[in-house]
């Protein structure tokens, strides 16, 4: 059973700080990977995707993936109260290209 | 990217009914997904649905309660039949463009 595991928070960081969200992943196969946000009561959006060892820089985000140790994070830099939001790290699931979701971890920025 | 609809965008029904959502996407995708999120829990995939084939079920679900339709690319439809206040629940579904899944906006069930 393929297994993503978040710690589901909630973490809560000062407005302008870095926000660490962190995922670990149990196939060691899986190459793709993930990072949506979701909004209460809205549907997942995608923010990063990674498919590397190393950094992947997007604007204020950043996704880290070692595969070595299963291990993908996201952070956020300068945090704002709008990224407070539930964050899914995903890990593609196998040949059908579905998607294995963790929990989530619920970020709240406070101003 | 991929932009995705879906119809209803919420409902409530009485047990023992049966909803038909549909979901549509702008590009021809070959794989589509449907997903249910229960409140407060992450994503769980219901069923894979390919044009031309019959869908395929994850452990927990089956074709009688289920039952979907990939009639094209860009298409798919999910039926939650008989229903119990159990099934009350957000129903996704997603299309997989360029490697990526996008999903649709989703549709929120309550069930009697």
């Known amino acids: 059973q393929k297994e993503v595991e978040q710690n589901s928070g909630p973490l809560s960081v000062p407005e302008g700080a870095i926000a660490s969200l962190n995922c670990t992943y149990s196939d060691r196969g899986s190459q793709s990977f993930f990072w949506y946000r979701q909004y209460s009561g809205k549907s997942p959006e995608l923010i990063m995707s990674i498919y590397s060892n190393g950094d992947k820089e997007d604007g204020r985000f950043t996704a880290q993936l070692n595969k070595a140790s299963q291990y993908v994070s996201l952070l956020i830099r300068d945090s704002q109260p709008s990224d407070s939001a539930t964050y899914l790290c995903?890990?593609?699931?196998?040949?059908?290209?579905?998607?294995?979701f963790g929990k989530g971890t619920k970020l709240s920025v406070k101003p | 990217s991929a932009v995705i609809s879906q119809k209803p965008s919420r409902d409530i029904c009485q047990r023992g009914t049966s909803l038909t959502i549909q979901c549509q996407v702008d590009?021809?995708?070959?794989?589509m997904f449907w997903y249910r999120q229960q409140p407060g829990q992450s994503l769980t995939l219901i069923a894979t649905?390919?044009?031309?084939?019959?869908?395929?079920?994850e452990s927990g679900f089956v074709i009688d309660k289920f039952p979907i339709s990939r009639p094209n690319l860009t298409f798919s439809t999910l039926t939650v039949s008989n229903m119990s206040p159990e099934d009350s629940s957000i129903y996704l579904c997603?299309?997989?463009?360029?490697?990526?899944?996008?999903f649709g906006p989703g549709t929120r069930l309550t069930v009697l």
């Open positions: 995903a890990v593609n699931g196998g040949s059908q290209g579905n998607l294995i």
């Open positions: 997603s299309g997989s463009f360029m490697n990526t899944q996008y």
């Open positions: 649905a390919n044009q031309g084939s019959e869908a395929t079920y």
């Open positions: 590009s021809q995708v070959t794989m």
